[in-house]
């Protein structure tokens, strides 16, 4: 057998162990589950040992498998780092991505620098999956992913990649032909939305200019994990809402949304690129991180309230 055959052969079996399933492993492959099966059992004839017990509702490995696991690791970093040595550091990435964005974000700033990246190099392909949610970076076989809002977890490498600013707006129907208030403390007795990803009982604004910074409580009227519903319900003059500027800048500047208190703002939310530690990456994932910690601030700069 090719020793390139061998290395699939491995790939895949780790890729089972990881995905923990071979369906699950068929589907991050592009594969199918017989195929995914025979590979295994290709693999287990060559070593001449059993590498899974499976049953109808669960799948283990044996000990001679385990120890096949850890030296796969092994083996396939160090490919991995042979190819990219011998092909150079110039040489074009070729292969598959798969990534998590924010369901906002990644249907609208994101798509640009996605785009660049897929033109300035075509021999890749990438999976947008879209959720809001930190992913399982090894059962879903998950390269990286695009996250809003700080990073709790200290097993992930996270790179700070762009702020997102958010300010507060409500419909001129809210205000029912009452001033623009200029104050945050203005805005304490008005009725409320809450995106609760990031505010859920109570609302923090600091001036932009002497970073003065005025606290009051809430009680929503509605609570919503949706950035686009958070826009949508303010629209309809349900109340006052907190939200990134880049989801309003149509809405401000036609007037259907007004900008509270304009000299301030809640805390920006930071932009994350987070992927597990590893001994090496593939070149098709150090290039995607380089191209996002160019491209991700400029999408955000660009995209500005008027």
Same mark, same amino acid.
């Given at each position: 057998?090719?020793?390139?055959?061998? &290395?699939?052969?491995?790939?895949? =079996?780790?890729?089972?162990?990881e995905?923990?399933?071979?369906?699950?492993?068929?589907a991050?492959?592009?594969?199918?589950?017989?195929?995914v099966s025979?590979?295994?059992? %290709?693999?287990?004839?060559?070593?001449?040992?059993r590498?899974?017990?499976?049953?109808?509702?669960?799948?283990?490995?044996? $000990?001679?498998?385990?120890?096949?696991?850890?030296?796969?690791? $092994?083996?396939?970093?160090?490919?991995? +780092?042979l190819?990219?040595?011998?092909?150079?550091?110039?040489?074009?990435?070729?292969?598959?991505?798969?990534?998590?964005?924010?369901h906002?974000?990644?249907q609208? %700033?994101? /798509?640009?620098?996605?785009?660049?990246?897929?033109?300035r190099?075509?021999r +890749?392909?990438?999976?947008?999956?879209?959720?809001d949610r930190?992913?399982?970076?090894?059962?879903?076989? &998950?390269?990286?992913?695009?996250?809003?809002?700080e /990073?709790g977890? !200290?097993?992930?490498i996270?790179?700070?990649?762009?702020?997102v !600013?958010?300010?507060?707006?409500?419909?001129?129907?809210?205000?029912?032909?009452?001033p623009?208030?200029?104050?945050?403390?203005?805005?304490?007795?008005l009725p409320?939305?809450?995106?609760?990803?990031f505010?859920?009982?109570?609302?923090?604004?600091?001036?932009?200019?002497?970073?003065?910074?005025?606290? =009051? !409580?809430?009680?929503?009227?509605?609570?919503? $994990?949706? *950035?686009?519903?958070?826009?949508?319900?303010?629209?309809?003059?349900?109340?006052?809402?907190?939200?990134?500027?880049?989801? *309003?800048?149509?809405?401000?500047?036609?007037?259907r949304?007004?900008?509270?208190?304009p $000299?301030?703002q809640?805390? !920006?939310?930071?932009?994350?690129?987070?992927?597990p530690?590893?001994?090496?990456?593939?070149a098709?994932?150090?290039? =995607?991180?380089?191209?996002?910690?160019?491209?991700?601030?400029?999408?955000?700069?660009? &995209?500005?309230?008027?």
């Amino acid at each position: 057998m090719a020793g390139s055959d061998r &290395i699939a052969l491995l790939e895949t =079996f780790v890729r089972i162990v990881e995905a923990g399933s071979l369906s699950a492993a068929a589907a991050q492959l592009g594969s199918t589950q017989p195929t995914v099966s025979r590979r295994l059992q %290709q693999l287990e004839r060559m070593l001449g040992v059993r590498l899974l017990q499976r049953s109808t509702h669960r799948m283990a490995l044996t $000990d001679d498998g385990s120890r096949c696991y850890e030296r796969a690791k $092994d083996l396939l970093a160090g490919w991995q +780092m042979l190819e990219s040595d011998v092909r150079g550091a110039d040489d074009l990435p070729s292969g598959h991505l798969r990534v998590v964005a924010p369901h906002a974000f990644g249907q609208q %700033q994101l /798509i640009g620098p996605v785009a660049d990246y897929l033109q300035r190099y075509p021999r +890749m392909t990438v999976e947008w999956l879209l959720h809001d949610r930190m992913p399982d970076f090894i059962g879903e076989g &998950i390269d990286c992913a695009i996250r809003v809002g700080e /990073i709790g977890d !200290p097993s992930v490498i996270a790179l700070r990649l762009a702020e997102v !600013p958010r300010i507060a707006v409500a419909s001129p129907a809210l205000l029912d032909g009452r001033p623009v208030p200029a104050h945050a403390s203005e805005l304490a007795d008005l009725p409320w939305l809450a995106l609760r990803t990031f505010y859920r009982d109570e609302v923090t604004l600091t001036h932009a200019e002497t970073g003065e910074a005025v606290t =009051f !409580p809430i009680r929503p009227r509605l609570s919503t $994990d949706g *950035l686009q519903a958070i826009r949508n319900a303010a629209l309809h003059g349900l109340g006052a809402a907190i939200a990134s500027e880049w989801a *309003l800048v149509d809405d401000l500047a036609t007037g259907r949304l007004v900008h509270l208190a304009p $000299d301030w703002q809640a805390a !920006p939310l930071p932009v994350h690129l987070v992927y597990p530690p590893a001994r090496h990456q593939p070149a098709r994932l150090r290039r =995607f991180i380089d191209a996002m910690r160019v491209a991700v601030p400029i999408a955000f700069r660009t &995209i500005r309230a008027p």
